[in-house]
């Protein structure tokens, strides 16, 4: 895993949480942020970044339907029982299996997509030690985490002290 580099600070207060969000972001540098419970101003601030886990419960149940659908209509023309002449291939019958497997589809593969690109993110933009054992995040008090080189770092610093951190780390190569 690669060793973190940049500025991380703690607040107390909202507001000045999604202040320093602005501030960072309008450097051209996209943020993470810990959070003791989601707030919707936070996911304002950061500009409402977009995410693969509908597109992938799209496409699951998608396949989930088409699946619960094909799968007994091929059983029914392999193994053929004609019933008072009924239609063998019929719709409304398979509609339950349809459904049920798109259910099931969509929501055991989401829950697979997200752990999945949780595990992907957290290699792509490591957390500090530091902040990863700060308990506080867990309780009332929000983290803001910027990535940056060695000669932002300084600029990231001011920033978030200006908007009222209560604590503010660095961490160098």
Same mark, same amino acid.
């Not at 419970?37 to 339907?65: K, Q, S, Y």
């Not at 002290?161 to 604590?167: D, F, M, P």
């Given at each position: 895993? #690669? ?7 703690? $607040? ?12 960072? #972001? ?7 942020? !810990? ?61 339950? !299996? ?6 099931? $589809? ?11 690109? %949780? !595990?992907?993110?957290?290699? #792509?933009?490591?957390?500090?030690? %530091? ?9 009332? #008090? ?32």
């Amino acid at each position: 895993m #690669r060793k973190f580099v940049g500025v991380w600070g703690v $607040f107390e207060y909202l507001d000045e949480t999604t202040e320093t969000i602005e501030k960072v #972001r309008e450097k051209g540098i996209q943020p993470t942020v !810990i959070t003791p419970c989601p707030r919707h101003e936070i996911d304002h601030a950061l500009g409402n970044p977009g995410t693969l886990v509908p597109w992938i419960a799209l496409f699951f149940g998608i396949l989930g339907c088409l699946i619960g659908y094909s799968l007994p209509a091929w059983t029914a023309s392999d193994w053929v029982l004609p019933v008072s002449g009924k239609p063998i291939v019929a719709i409304p019958p398979f509609t339950i !299996i349809g459904f049920e497997l798109t259910i099931l $589809f969509t929501a055991i593969h989401t829950l697979v997509g997200l752990a999945v690109l %949780g !595990i992907i993110d957290s290699f #792509r933009f490591p957390i500090p030690k %530091g902040a990863k054992k700060y308990p506080r995040f867990q309780r009332d #008090r929000f983290g803001v985490v910027v990535r940056c080189n060695n000669d932002k770092l300084n600029e990231f610093q001011e920033i978030m002290k200006k908007n009222g951190a209560e604590e503010v780390h660095v961490e160098k190569n």
